[in-house]
């Protein structure tokens, strides 16, 4: 389906190059039937793309669910075992939390423990795991460092680009002009995150014909991963996670219109960042779907027929702009007053910290009145932008007025 999307989509973009090329050869503006037209392919190529962009996550999420899960000792097939299991885990380990052991017998297929014993199906941790993937560019730009334990960690920085190699006469003394290196420190931690309280009714559990673990598995996770997004994205740092928007720095470009973009401001973001960052496959642009669809609208009906942006035809890659990638991640901000819409770097130099296994708590007592149980994932993150003052990650800020 994806495939079929992307070639319908890039017959579109033909057409639309093909109704600019005209009007541009002609030294002219759109015709009113032109015009029209124009829009209505406008619309229809985004929605194609936020289409192509679904089934995409919807791809990925399967073909990790393939390639990582564990293969089950048994048939595949789903039976009231799998169903009942995890009523049976609630009901026995109902009102605390697990432990890392009990959290490791989930992931893993057959435990028995002294309050009784359960069965569940292998791989529940790693359905967390991968059900969080899909939602929000972040955790897939990003670099992931996963630590055992939650204590502050010290990341060294160092900035040594105003020094260099220098020629010297031959017999000549080599210490003239010394420096030394100077280091700072960004000070990782741990904070914790929630997703839930997923509520589910005995009946659900006792009747369901459906595989209820991988559902609160997606639920959960799904939860998590949005939430950890916007984190990752905006949060404002001290008591919280430092997103990426807050570590950037201003591009300084002139010019930004307090509701418009114009390829030149593109262009002033992509050469504000020192060349160094704009190399590697994490090194781009992210923007949100509004932003993204008001960039691809620049230049048409003008005598700048070059093209700024290029939806991809490959499944899985991102689409480009300026040649470069761009991700679309929704909690950027849109055009506006003093926003900062666009940001462009090496989305590397954002480190996300994931401290500890993720952790499940079912809460049996709490809902027992209305016959349900509650379960809660809970994760301890942090994440920070590398920058010791080299700016590895830059935004357009628009004009207040």
Do not use: C
Not at 22 to 51: L, N, P, Y
Not at 256 to 282: C, E, I, M, W
Not at 361 to 390: M, N, P, S, Y
């Amino acid at each position: 389906m994806s495939k079929e999307l992307r070639e319908k989509r890039m017959r579109l973009n033909e057409e639309i190059k093909s109704l600019q090329k005209r009007a541009t050869d002609e030294k002219r503006e759109f015709t009113g039937d032109e015009r029209t037209s124009f829009e209505k392919m406008m619309t229809d190529f985004d929605d194609m793309t936020r289409d192509i962009n679904l089934l995409d996550s919807r791809a990925t999420q399967e073909r990790l669910m393939a390639d990582e899960m564990p293969k089950p000792k048994e048939e595949k097939r789903v039976t009231m075992d799998d169903v009942e299991a995890l009523g049976r885990l609630i009901q026995i380990k109902g009102g605390r939390q697990f432990s890392d052991a009990e959290m490791r017998a989930i992931s893993e297929q057959t435990t028995v423990d002294a309050e009784g014993g359960y069965t569940i199906q292998s791989g529940f941790s790693n359905k967390l795991e991968v059900a969080m993937l899909p939602f929000g560019p972040m955790a897939q730009v990003a670099t992931i460092w996963n630590t055992p334990k939650g204590n502050d960690i010290e990341w060294p920085t160092l900035n040594d680009t105003a020094n260099s190699g220098a020629q010297i006469a031959e017999a000549t003394t080599m210490d003239t002009g010394e420096t030394e290196m100077v280091f700072a420190n960004k000070t990782f931690k741990a904070w914790k995150q929630r997703a839930g309280i997923l509520r589910i009714s005995n009946e659900l559990l006792q009747d369901s014909a459906f595989n209820i673990m991988q559902i609160v598995a997606d639920a959960l996770g799904e939860r998590m991963a949005r939430g950890n997004n916007t984190l990752f994205t905006t949060a404002a740092g001290t008591t919280t996670v430092s997103g990426i928007v807050t570590g950037a720095s201003t591009s300084g470009a002139s010019g930004v219109a307090a509701t418009a973009l114009t390829r030149a401001n593109l262009v002033d973001l992509k050469f504000s960042v020192n060349s160094a960052y704009r190399q590697g496959p994490k090194s781009g642009y992210m923007v949100n779907d509004t932003t993204l669809a008001a960039i691809a609208k620049l230049g048409f009906g003008t005598a700048d027929d070059r093209p700024l942006y290029q939806a991809s035809a490959i499944a899985g890659e991102p689409d480009r702009l300026e040649g470069k990638p761009v991700w679309v991640n929704n909690d950027l901000a849109d055009i506006g007053a003093s926003a900062k819409s666009v940001l462009f770097g090496d989305f590397s130099k954002y480190i996300i910290r994931y401290a500890g296994p993720s952790r499940l708590v079912i809460l049996k007592e709490r809902f027992a009145e209305v016959d349900e149980v509650g379960v809660v994932l809970l994760k301890r993150i942090d994440g920070q932008l590398l920058d010791a003052g080299t700016k590895p990650v830059k935004y357009l800020l628009h004009a207040a007025t």
